[in-house]
């Protein structure tokens, strides 16, 4: 036998049986310790585990106080116990009253409860703790079908204004925590010898960082649910929640609660310009701004996207308010820093307050919203204050999107021609196409419904529509006639409109060059460079570009140096006041001039009459458009009038298109 194994082996029977006698000593103290750390860590666990049960049910159950006083819970209550159950790990549940009386039992619905209190289960001391607010827990070993192998029983109080109103007694399933230490024991047994600390210890700080890290992730999940991922402020559960808090506070307390809706202006633009890592970067610095700027009591969330709400809670109103705003547009104006670029964003702000404006979450969220539609009509960067009759024209504006959406997907819209003369041969020398609300429908102008398609970014996908429907339907006529088309501002926005039109141009199989593209001058508001840029690459598909409306913006001129249109549209306004004022006509005929001078195509807008024909005519204008020449006509009559005989002219209109 080998001596290294041998030489700690006593060879006298006492001394063997004193060394055995100290190990089992040791063995036992340990696992009696052992029992005693894992009995006491698995009831703080179980504490714990109970205490965010509750709180959940406390903020979320809104028949609590009826629970207490006797009755059942609701169905919505059901489903969140049944919830909070699943996911807490409790099994069974009752309701004692704020006396300690038995009110309910979760598995016993239905069924006479057997009267029992608190203080005759475990004693009038510990009845009195727990009525007095402490928590109380005891674990057990299950001795019947209705309980688990091993399970913790936890009261919980339940206060309202610092007063007990009732107690929870959550029951929690230990069995497999319980398992993960007798199975750490095991693996400890082999070497308990070795001293009593490692005889207890090794197996209480395997279930301790067990219960660490559950906790941990347990926090995390709180957290998470709570709080928006990208910015760390509340989400849209959490503000809800923090609102009717709120709302029943300031009920209570006859206070206000102020809602502000915040609106980054001018965020499309960063993630235009630099990408959506740069347009986060900039919420995340928003949300930020806005936490470093409410007070503690105050609630700052994100809804989505780029608005942001602040609950302004115990302050007197609309002062509080008007103040906390005014800060807000302050800080959100504050250049951003992105990579060591600065670019500037602003806030446009919608603000109601409860319980003046509504008394209800919903109610004062949508007051809010209506509020933000008008500061945004109202040229952004400004705060707006809820006002009656507010809410009635938002449900009209968002009435009127959800129509565009309908009309949209269902192919209901429709396209109407209106028909282009020329002053030299008399001839038809082409259309204009006109989006019309789809028949049927109670009647809506395009001055209605194309700022809302704008606005919701519809025109896009609809201005692709129009695009395309117009230029098969050019493709196919008998003669080769110029197509007139609008273009939004909101289509070069988005990027991608030199992509849309060579699809238009491809599908159909149309010729460029009988393609006109019509824009106004606010397509250069914002970002003038990259609006150039797309026209010039339109321009160079061999498609004409003409500027609508010339005269009616503030720097025509300008615009006509930057680039080289083919034709300019004189507004109506211009047409109408010529017989009016000799200065309009003056006007007129100056346009004409530089446009011959600059070799572009003139064209009058809204010529009604055979006098307005007869000025725009004798002041040198090519083109001729309005009603006297002919209304915006449906596909087939423009298909009729294609093939028919042209108007015929003597020096001025003699025969009118009906």
Known sequence: MDTRSTRFVPTDTGRILLLAVLVSLLALGGMQLSRVVATRTLQSEAESAAKVWVWTLVNHAEDLPAMIAGEPPSEKTKYLLK???????????????????????SDQIGKPLVPVTIAQRHGAEIAREILSGSTFTESGIGTSPENPRYFAASYVPIQRDGAVIGVFEAYLDQTSTHALYLRSFLFTEGIIAVGFLLAGGIPGWMVYRKMRDYRKAQAELLFVAAHDSLTGVA???????AAKTALAWSRRNKSFLAVLLIDV??????????GHEAGDEVLREVARRLKSTVRAEDTAGRLGGDEFVVLQVGIAQPSGAISIADRFMNVLCEPYNLAGMLVSCSASIGVAIAPADADDWDQLLSCAEAALYKAKNSGRNTVCFFEAGMDAKLRERRQLEVQLRHALEVNLFQLAYQPLFSFHDHHLVGFETLLRWPAGWAPKSPADFI???????????????????????????????????????????NGDIVEVVEQALKTSGLDPARLELEVTESLWLKDTDAALDQLVRLRALGISIALDDFGTGYSSLTY??????????????????????????????????MGRTLGLTITAEGVETAAQAKAVHEAGCDQGQGYWFGRPLSLAAANTLVDAAPVVFDGVVTTKLE
């Open 451 to 493: 700022p809302i398609a704008e606005e919701s970014q519809l025109i896009v996908p609809m201005g692709a529509w129009v695009l395309e429907t117009a230029c098969k339907t050019a493709a196919a006529w008998s003669k080769p006639l110029k197509i007139a088309v609008n273009l939004s501002p909101v289509q070069f926005r």
């Open 83 to 105: 919830l909070a159950s699943e996911a807490g790990g409790v099994y069974r549940y009752k309701v004692w009253s704020r006396t300690g009386e038995l009110v309910f039992v």
């Open 265 to 274: 202006d001018r965020l499309k633009g960063v993630n235009d310009s630099f």
């Open 235 to 241: 989400n849209r559960r959490h503000l809800e929640e």
């Open 560 to 593: 006509l140096l930057k680039f080289p249109f083919d034709a300019i549209k004189i507004d109506r306004s211009f047409v109408i006041e010529m017989q009016l004022d000799p200065k309009a006509s003056a006007i007129v005929k100056t346009i004409v001039a």
